[in-house]
């Protein structure tokens, strides 16, 4: 879905995961977030969101999160 708020995480073993970024999906879904990271593990979330369409259906997207990536 498109206007979804994409947050990236920076995974901390042992402490409190903190986040790197946000990023918005585009009509298809895709998104970008274009940061400097340090080295190490990452994941990827979005919240739920209720959408509403024309005639009044209403459309939820659940919760995701991403598997977790590196960057080297």
Do not use: M
Request: hydrophobic residues 30%; charged residues 30%.
């Amino acid at each position: 879905r498109g206007a979804r708020l994409v947050t990236v995480w920076e995974r901390n073993p042992g402490a409190t995961d903190g986040p790197l970024g946000t990023a918005k999906t585009n009509r298809v879904g895709r998104w970008r977030l274009e940061v400097t990271a340090p080295a190490g593990s990452y994941y990827a979330t979005v919240k739920k969101k209720a959408i509403r369409r024309n005639g009044g259906q209403r459309h939820v997207c659940s919760y995701d999160r991403s598997k977790n990536f590196r960057v080297p």
